[in-house]
């Protein structure tokens, strides 16, 4: 609800008045049904009676925050100076104390820590204040003309990298790289990267975003962020055998190779993955098909998480979902082979699709199109451990590379290996 240029008088005046209607109304019922029946009119009224109530406590709440913000907002330079005359006493002290050889003089750390409990408003940074600032400014201390308010100074405003709507400052957050957030936009990547391995951590421009309990985000949501980020530092790891639960079983639930599962307490085997059993583990048939038929088709499975990897173009540099990085031809750690770094079949598919996605491939004769196919080849072998730089919008409707999603307005394409991404992979996946 939008309350700005109406004071709080006014909205509870008009909720109240509302109220009243809603009872003269009811009053006014002839009551012609059964006793049993309900019928839409009573449904509508008790809608509108719970939404004026959360309306009334919406605005009792606002009222309050302006309250405290003004609060803060005019002791907080005071408090700031009596922090800082406080400060500027325990340091002459201490410095009076040690001139005159008294040992005492260092203050321990248990005393710092007491002092630091009792000073409640020390937590109040800049950015706190130039928010209950920015909550202080929605209703005025009194009255003002129309030319008043449009003279007021325009609120600052900045646009989230990820949904490029434009925010109060005060209501995005900042990543290490720089780039800002809304609060929507940042619990949705957190949320996003919990289902998909390949955005978590959750990260921007490759650095990744810190998760800590906050005006942010919640103890619960950090609670699973911490929870899923044991399950991706763990090596090996063993989920529960029963297919109806497949939940992680942490290395606290394993003790002789046998997994507890905290959630349905099935026992599993930590070596084969399978249910529990005595002796040597049975062969599992239905993974070994799988192998057998990577094998036929020559795809490489990542030693750290056991995915399954095909190879369809490019250079041999495989980087998994897990973020293992290894070599596609004999599956060891990239660059602790001396396998090729690419086949020639496959960077030729690769030139050629990207150069059959130019807007004039239709109108290129075989010349030049050879002559175009060659020199994407020469720069994805140049490029083929790109970082990504340098990036340029071309319109859609395209396929996301990394996600497969179709973007219908546009999509970035990097500048140096061609690759395309939607702005989600191209600032949180790549």
């Known amino acids: 609800m939008d309350c700005c240029g109406i004071d709080s008088e006014s909205l509870m005046l008009a909720i109240q008045l509302q109220r009243q209607d809603l009872e003269e109304f009811e009053r006014s019922k002839k009551g012609k049904h059964r006793e049993d029946e309900i019928i839409d009119s009573e449904v509508a009224l008790q809608l509108c009676r719970q939404e004026l109530e959360e309306m009334a406590t919406l605005i009792s709440d606002q009222a309050l925050c302006i309250s405290i913000a003004r609060a803060v907002e005019s ?16 340091s002459d002290r201490a410095f009076a104390l040690r001139l005159s050889g008294n040992p005492q003089a260092t203050p321990t750390a248990d005393t710092t820590k007491t002092n630091e409990k009792k000073r409640p408003a020390d937590h109040l940074d800049d950015a706190s204040i130039e928010r209950f600032k920015l909550m202080n400014r929605f209703e005025p201390d009194h009255a003002e003309s129309s030319s008043s308010a449009a003279s007021r100074e325009p609120l600052e405003t900045r646009e989230c990298i990820a949904c490029t709507d434009s925010f109060p400052t005060s209501a995005l957050s900042r990543s290490p790289c720089t780039h800002e957030y809304c609060r929507e936009c940042l619990v949705g990547l957190v949320h996003s990267s919990l289902r998909d391995e390949s955005l978590f951590p959750p990260r921007c421009c490759t650095q990744p975003i810190p998760i800590e309990t906050g005006p942010w985000f919640s103890p619960t949501l950090v609670g699973e962020f911490r929870a899923k980020q044991l399950e991706h530092d763990t090596p090996n790891r063993t ?50 098909q799988v192998l057998e038929l990577a094998t036929q088709n020559g795809w490489q499975q990542c030693k750290v998480c056991k995915r399954v990897v095909e190879l369809e173009q490019g250079c041999n540099h495989i980087t998994c979902k897990c973020k293992a990085e290894f070599c596609y031809i004999c599956g060891k750690r990239w660059k602790t082979c001396n396998c090729p770094q690419w086949h020639e079949e496959r960077l030729y598919c690769r030139a050629n699709a990207i150069v059959d996605r130019a807007n004039d491939a239709a109108q290129m004769n075989e010349a030049d199109r050879q002559r175009r196919v060659e020199q994407e080849r020469l720069n994805l072998i140049e490029n083929h451990e790109c970082t990504h730089e340098r990036w340029r919008g071309r319109p859609g409707p395209r396929e996301c590379e990394e996600c497969l999603d179709i973007m219908p307005v546009f999509i970035y394409e990097c500048r140096q290996c061609r690759i395309m991404a939607c702005r989600r992979c191209r600032y949180n996946r790549l």
Do not use: M, N
Request: proline share 9%.
């Open 75 to 90: 002791d907080a330079l005071l408090i700031a100076e009596a922090k800082a005359a406080e400060e500027q006493a325990a």
């Open 239 to 288: 989920y529960c055998s029963e297919p109806t639960c497949s939940t992680f079983v942490p290395p606290l639930f394993i003790a002789r190779d046998v997994a507890w599962c905290p959630k349905c307490s099935q026992r599993t085997c930590v070596h084969c993955k399978g249910p529990f059993h005595h002796g040597i583990c049975p062969s599992d048939t239905v993974s070994q």
